[in-house]
């Protein structure tokens, strides 16, 4: 019986939360997962950041830098996301406790806040989007969440990146930023130039490794 209810009626209320739940906790491991990597590539390309410094190379040095703070931004997204998450899970258990007094889900605004805030992260906008429309479905939550990523960040990292790349430059050089400027007046060897080939390929492998990372 209880099966054939299921197939006519669909999940209970108590079994939709628990998806949602299992749902939110796998976006956690994600967004995990997501941050740990952009640790390694980000510790890699600081590392990267350092060596041109030292050579001179102030220039890329700034470039690699830029990179550096948009991860650190980008982590404090992922992290703060991670935490919306676990608080929507909290919202749901007390859906559950509600269910057992009313029988059925409750409107809940500050589950419609949380998701319509953690819906804007691209790594897990796919996911929540689509929770969103079943919790609005449930009765949860009374309207659809807007169709839109928050892109504005991106400017915003723009603007306020350039003044702290030189905060991070002496950070991660040890403060010898402007030792690191200094015009080198020995020719270059063929070891020289062997080396700024690769510490060019280098360059451009971090920037990319980067930028896939904090674009989702």
Do not use: C
Request: hydrophobic share 35%; net charge negative; charged share 35%.
């Amino acid at each position: 019986m209880q099966s054939l209810n299921r197939f006519l009626n669909g999940p209970t209320p108590e079994e939709k939360v628990k998806s949602w739940q299992q749902k939110l906790r796998t976006e956690q491991r994600h967004l995990d997962r997501e941050m740990r990597q952009l640790d390694m590539a980000t510790n890699k390309a600081r590392m990267q950041v350092k060596q041109l410094a030292n050579r001179g190379d102030t220039g890329n040095a700034r470039i690699l830098a830029k990179e550096v703070v948009r991860s650190k931004k980008q982590k404090d997204r992922m992290s703060v996301s991670k935490a919306r998450l676990g608080s929507i899970g909290v919202q749901l258990q007390q859906q559950l406790s509600m269910i057992k007094v009313t029988g059925s889900l409750q409107k809940s605004t500050e589950i419609m806040k949380l998701s319509n805030s953690v819906v804007k992260l691209p790594q897990i906008s796919q996911t929540m989007r689509a929770m969103s429309m079943e919790m609005t479905k449930a009765g949860i939550m009374e309207e659809m969440l807007e169709d839109t990523l928050e892109m504005e960040d991106d400017e915003e990292i723009e603007e306020e990146a350039d003044a702290e790349v030189e905060k991070v430059l002496f950070e991660i050089t040890d403060g010898k930023l402007g030792a690191a400027g200094s015009v080198k007046t020995d020719l270059p060897t063929l070891q020289d130039k062997l080396d700024d080939e690769e510490n060019e390929r280098n360059l451009e492998q971090y920037q990319k490794q980067l930028h896939e990372l904090i674009s989702g």
